[in-house]
């Protein structure tokens, strides 16, 4: 299994474990990697020290939130270049984020407040170039673009110009989650263009509304094969991260898939999209 979304200490949002009691979790549970993730910094550096000396795969990436500059190309530059596997569009900062009311973690600098927010085109177009600059230096090192937090409506433009600029890895972040709340059938025309759709441990654990049912007849009507399982996981709310990941397989195959296929969605997919080639 290959966990492409866990959050792990320190960070300024509580957090199960560290950095290295995670990657120890799931080498222990015999995992072949997993990505760090983190709202409000670069992940690489810590994925490095982490894995050092393991037998799993960490990589770290960055999310554009306001703290790194927000939509800033040379935070994601500077990540890239050191490593960095997955570039994550604004999550907590994101426009539709906090149209939703969802939390927002405390601010590394308290006495600034929360900051901007940030929204793509057609929702904001004097994001736009600052976006496809982005979209650019993700191309050129064949790394994951992953979708974050933004909205429903800023999704086409963001698929469709980011597949145009030479992006070949498009991870829609939990599109069927509070944000973007993606339709079954708006998801699979983006993966049929090129996406790949996020299901996670995090919506059957803390999703209002979201059960195992809903989520297997989800990924039936997007087609299998365009989805991904993984945990985002790391509250001290939800089981261990490799304990949740497993969770999500067990739950969606009671409700009938495959085993076989669960362990693609959980395994050799996810490793597929984030590993260099």
């Known amino acids: 299994m290959f966990d492409t979304h866990v959050h792990a200490g320190p960070c300024v949002t509580e957090r199960l474990l560290d950095d ?14 997993c990505v760090l993730k983190g709202h409000c910094e670069s992940t690489v550096g810590r994925a490095a020290a982490a894995g050092k000396g393991r037998r799993i795969t960490v990589y770290g990436g960055i999310v554009l939130n306001h703290v790194v500059g927000g939509l800033n190309p040379a935070a994601a530059a500077a990540a890239l270049t050191l490593g960095a596997r997955v570039v994550w ?23 600034l407040g929360e900051g901007p927010s940030y929204a793509a085109p057609p929702r904001d177009d004097s994001t736009a170039a600052a976006l496809r600059t982005i979209f650019g230096l993700v191309a050129d090192h064949d790394a994951v673009l992953a979708t974050g937090h933004l909205g429903a409506d800023e999704l086409d433009w963001v698929v469709d110009v980011a597949l145009a600029a030479g992006v070949q890895r498009v991870l829609l972040t939990h599109p069927s989650f ?24 995090y919506q059957l654990l ?51 898939l495959d085993r076989g296929v669960l362990r693609a969605m959980s395994g050799d997919l996810p490793a597929a999209l984030v590993s260099p080639r």
């Open 206 to 256: 803390h999703q209002p509304a979201c059960d195992a049912a809903s989520l297997a007849a989800f990924i039936r009507t997007v087609g299998p094969e365009h989805c991904l399982l993984s945990s985002d996981a790391g509250q001290p709310s939800s089981p261990p991260a490799p304990q949740a990941l497993h969770q999500l397989v067990d739950a969606l195959a009671g409700e009938g």
């Open 178 to 201: 509070t944000v973007p709340a993606l339709s079954a059938e708006h998801t699979r025309a983006l993966c049929e263009r090129g996406a790949t759709a996020e299901i996670t441990a």
């Open 89 to 111: 569009l604004p999550t907590v900062d994101a426009r539709a984020h906090r149209d939703a009311a969802l939390s927002h973690p405390p601010s590394c600098t308290p006495e």
């Open 20 to 33: 290295v009691d995670t990657v120890a979790a799931y080498e222990a549970a015999g995992f072949d990697g």
